[in-house]
């Protein structure tokens, strides 16, 4: 038998979610990347108390969907695997660009840019490979890619926020140092870390000191 695994590009086209209305009164524009098992449109509703005149928010759609649960009634989606890495890296990058073309912000808006869960690993490699100005930044809950380094942020001067439950299962003490100390490293002094007494869900009262 002789295979081979082959390679090629093409168009592709993915929905994202907004919330509210754009206007000359938005303060705040967050651009929000959901955990695994979401979808965009119902991960806003995290947002939906925080003022709307002054915030608008646009969730990204990761772009893997499957069925969760033996019903296949429920459908979620995945950002990345394992599997080719890489490219799926470039293409949710490439991704998130076309979202923010499209949107077209104006300039005198705050960017924040918010990741939970496995969107962390999405927000954070996408403000590493392109040059999105944030005036905030908050990573919830999630791992920091292990490739990022310190030389990737070196221009960095946003506030950086790390939260996290400390009752969170998948963030035993031994992960929370680990995530902690990676933050520190990173970020050094603009980072605040924001540990709550929770478990592993959005905290939507943080959330809403943000906007």
Same mark, same amino acid.
Request: net charge positive; hydrophobic share 35%; charged share 20%.
């Given at each position: 038998?002789?295979?081979?695994?082959?390679e090629i590009?093409y168009?592709?086209?993915n929905?994202?979610?907004t919330?509210?209305?754009?206007?000359?009164?938005?303060?705040?524009?967050w651009?929000?990347?959901?955990?695994?098992?979401?979808?965009s449109?119902?991960?806003?509703h995290?947002?939906?108390?925080?003022?709307?005149?002054?915030?608008?928010?646009?969730?990204?759609q +990761?772009? /893997?969907?499957?069925?969760?649960? $033996?019903?296949?009634? &429920?459908? %979620?989606?995945c950002?990345?695997?394992? =599997?080719?890495?890489?490219?799926?890296?470039?293409?949710?990058?490439?991704?998130?660009?076309?979202?923010?073309?499209?949107?077209?912000?104006?300039?005198?808006?705050?960017?924040?840019?918010?990741?939970?869960?496995?969107?962390v690993?999405?927000?954070?490699?996408?403000? +590493?490979? /392109?040059?999105?100005?944030?005036? $905030?930044?908050?990573? &919830?809950? %999630?791992?920091i890619?292990?490739?990022l =380094?310190?030389?990737?942020?070196?221009?960095?001067?946003?506030?950086?926020?790390?939260?996290?439950?400390?009752?969170?299962?998948?963030?035993?003490?031994?992960?929370?140092?680990?995530?902690?100390?990676?933050?520190?490293?990173?970020?050094?002094?603009?980072?605040?870390?924001?540990?709550?007494?929770?478990?592993?869900?959005?905290?939507?009262?943080?959330?809403?000191?943000?906007?």
């Amino acid at each position: 038998m002789n295979s081979a695994e082959k390679e090629i590009s093409y168009k592709s086209t993915n929905s994202y979610s907004t919330l509210n209305t754009l206007t000359k009164d938005t303060k705040n524009v967050w651009l929000v990347c959901h955990g695994l098992g979401y979808l965009s449109r119902y991960f806003l509703h995290y947002f939906k108390d925080l003022d709307a005149r002054q915030n608008y928010f646009i969730a990204a759609q +990761a772009p /893997s969907k499957y069925y969760q649960g $033996k019903n296949f009634k &429920h459908v %979620g989606a995945c950002w990345f695997t394992k =599997e080719n890495t890489t490219t799926e890296i470039d293409n949710v990058c490439n991704y998130l660009q076309a979202v923010l073309d499209a949107e077209a912000i104006p300039k005198d808006k705050n960017i924040i840019l918010f990741g939970y869960s496995q969107g962390v690993s999405v927000a954070l490699r996408y403000l +590493a490979y /392109s040059n999105l100005k944030c005036n $905030k930044i908050i990573i &919830h809950s %999630g791992g920091i890619p292990k490739e990022l =380094e310190p030389e990737n942020f070196k221009n960095l001067n946003t506030k950086v926020a790390l939260i996290y439950g400390t009752k969170d299962a998948y963030l035993n003490l031994e992960r929370m140092t680990y995530e902690t100390n990676r933050a520190k490293d990173l970020f050094g002094t603009n980072l605040e870390i924001i540990p709550f007494n929770g478990t592993h869900d959005v905290n939507v009262k943080l959330i809403e000191h943000f906007g």
